[in-house]
């Protein structure tokens, strides 16, 4: 197993370098600039600017991208991801360490709405197929898989926090705050999961063992929950990689309908203000992120499946 973590690990600085380099040309390719909004700067002050963050040359002209390439991955290889243009006084690191933790927070919530409304509807789907426990919990899966959570959103505002006012429309304060953007992130993975949930336990109850588990006198219960579950629930935990990485990048959206003050956030600002060591520092981080969560659900999934093998 160590030599698997390892040999991961080592195939993830390629795709990192790959992932930032392509972001890199990507946000300077893209019209407009970090400066261009400041309607206010003189040129004198756009240059010392420009020299401050190495976009130009000491003499004032255009330096290569492909030297600020060079800079930028260098001062990567320390752990250095820039200073923000946006926040002229922080960091990207900076601004990372302290709005992370509120997405990850809003992720973790969302996965146990997820899991908390998936694993149940699909167990349940399961047990019964071809009726009406299988038909609606399926329905209601391919509703919430169809509807974007920038329409869920808005929506559970509209019911439940202008019309019966039970909760506030934004904000991150209490635990009050957690509930509407966790749903409108959860539903749509809970979706997922409970399809998920149903193709794999239809899949296991109908294999020998589990007859042969009845046919001792073991309890239906039991048999669902000791024998079928483990190995009913591998393609769900085989999703659940992705799913995590998605419910921690896929807040954007929702920390900008609930006004949160998660990394999403500082994202699509940086986006809209060319904020380009922000960009680059948020997907090299979310990418590191969502290799380290596939590389957990394939330690997981040997562990809950003897036959398959660390490759």
Do not use: C
């Amino acid at each position: 197993m160590l030599r698997f973590i390892i040999s991961r690990l080592l195939q993830m600085i390629p795709v990192l370098l790959i992932i930032a380099t392509l972001t890199f040309f990507m946000i300077r390719l893209a019209p407009g600039g970090p400066f261009d909004a400041e309607k206010t700067v003189s040129p004198e002050i756009r240059v010392a600017l420009e020299k401050h963050y190495r976009m130009v040359n000491p003499d004032g002209s255009p330096r290569s991208l492909w030297l600020q390439l060079g800079d930028y991955f260098e001062n990567l290889a320390r752990g250095d991801l820039g200073p923000s243009s946006k926040y002229s006084s922080r960091t990207v690191n900076e601004l990372i360490a302290e709005s992370f933790p509120v997405s990850a927070e809003l992720a973790l919530w969302s996965l146990l709405v997820a899991l908390a409304f998936g694993l149940p509807a699909g167990i349940i789907a399961s047990l019964r197929p071809n009726t009406a426990s299988d038909y609606v919990p399926s329905s209601l899966a391919m509703a919430g898989i169809s509807i974007p959570n920038f329409v869920i959103g808005p929506l559970l505002v509209l019911i439940f926090a202008l019309h019966f006012e039970w909760v506030r429309v934004s904000g991150w304060n209490d635990w009050i705050d957690r509930i509407l953007p966790s749903i409108t992130l959860g539903l749509l993975y809970a979706a997922y999961i409970a399809r998920l949930t149903r193709g794999g336990m239809l899949e296991i109850l109908s294999q020998d063992f589990i007859r042969t588990a009845h046919a001792k006198g073991a309890s239906h219960l039991r048999v669902v929950l000791k024998h079928a579950l483990r190995g009913g629930l591998v393609p769900v935990v085989s999703y659940l990689g992705p799913a995590v990485a998605g419910l921690v990048t896929g807040s954007f959206v929702v920390e900008s309908i609930f006004q949160i003050p998660g990394l999403g956030r500082h994202f699509v600002n940086a986006a809209f203000n060319r904020d380009y060591t922000m960009v680059l520092g948020a997907v090299i981080f979310y990418a590191t992120l969502i290799v380290i969560f596939n590389l957990l659900v394939d330690i997981i999934l040997v562990w809950m499946d003897p036959k398959q093998k660390f490759a």
